[in-house]
């Protein structure tokens, strides 16, 4: 079997098993680079050595982070392969990934926060930027929620996760008030809970993007912001408000409790910030 044969029948499966589309979408690019680089040979003969002259080759530009990704890919598609009898011995069954230090979070301060919320203008952009930073929603979660996920009464919604795993998030009342009056103020039938200002359809996750940069702009903050340190923020405001980091994990969607525990480091880094910000 060819290496582009393996990869259509592993993308098929992967889909079936719940692989997000984002997921596929990157490992779709990983097969074809791997396939570049050691062209479409039968999958039976390509060897270890190969694959690491391949992560060798790719450790010179990549950071670890990137070239972690890039193991994860090859040792998931062999394993897959293996598993399903298409070649007899896994070849990268004893691939390492590098190790990488931990990194604190970027998150933002609380006065961060409130430059970035005046910087809202439109009834769209602070129900974004409040939705956002209420929920600690990943931006692809945003993107795919429809009107009907929102349950009012309790303020909440059901998000779509990783894996298609469905999990029930909360807003506050701030949220809730200017959600309700972009809802109002739209005058589309889309079932998106954001569409675009021209010609309203569901928002992409460049898009959204877009508008939180635009936001930050607005805002004369002296540093990057992307969507995701909102959802960094949510967890080091519950963390400094003393919620356990089980309820954390719960609220975040977090898998595993390690990608959760990254944020107890925050706590005395936090206070350090604070206080020399503002003694």
């Keep these: 079997m060819q290496l582009t044969k393996a990869w259509e029948l592993y993308e098929s499966d ?25 062209n479409d040979v039968s999958i039976e003969s390509i060897t270890t050595d190969q694959l690491k002259g391949y992560l060798a080759k790719s450790s010179e530009h990549l950071k670890p982070s990137s070239l972690a990704h890039r193991i994860r890919f090859i040792k998931s598609i062999f394993r897959w392969s293996h598993e399903e009898g298409h070649i007899t011995k896994n070849p990268a069954a004893k691939i390492k990934e590098p190790k990488q230090g931990k990194r604190i979070p970027k998150f933002l301060t609380e006065r961060e926060i409130e430059h970035l919320r005046e910087a809202c203008l439109t009834p769209m952009e602070k129900a974004l930027f409040e939705f956002m930073f209420s929920t600690g929603c990943r931006i692809g979660e945003i993107v795919s929620l429809e009107k009907n996920c929102i349950n009012w009464s309790n303020r909440s919604a059901i998000v779509q996760g990783k894996g298609d795993k469905e999990r029930e998030v909360y807003f506050n009342i701030r949220c809730e008030i200017w959600l309700k009056r972009y809802l109002d103020f739209r005058q589309d039938k889309d079932p998106a809970i954001f569409v675009t200002e021209r010609h309203p359809h569901k928002m992409s996750i460049g898009q959204m993007r877009y508008i939180i940069k635009r936001i930050s702009s607005r805002a004369g903050i002296n540093k990057e912001i992307h969507p995701h340190q909102l959802r960094h923020s949510y967890a080091t405001h519950l963390l400094n408000n003393g919620a356990p980091l089980d309820v954390i994990q719960s609220l975040l969607g977090h898998e595993k409790s390690e990608t959760t525990r990254i944020y107890a480091q925050l706590s005395g880094s936090i206070r350090r910030e604070f206080y020399r910000k503002y003694f």
């Design 14 to 38: 992967k889909r079936i098993e719940g692989f997000s589309s984002q997921t596929l979408k990157a490992y779709r690019l990983q097969s074809k680079l791997l396939v570049q680089h050691i």
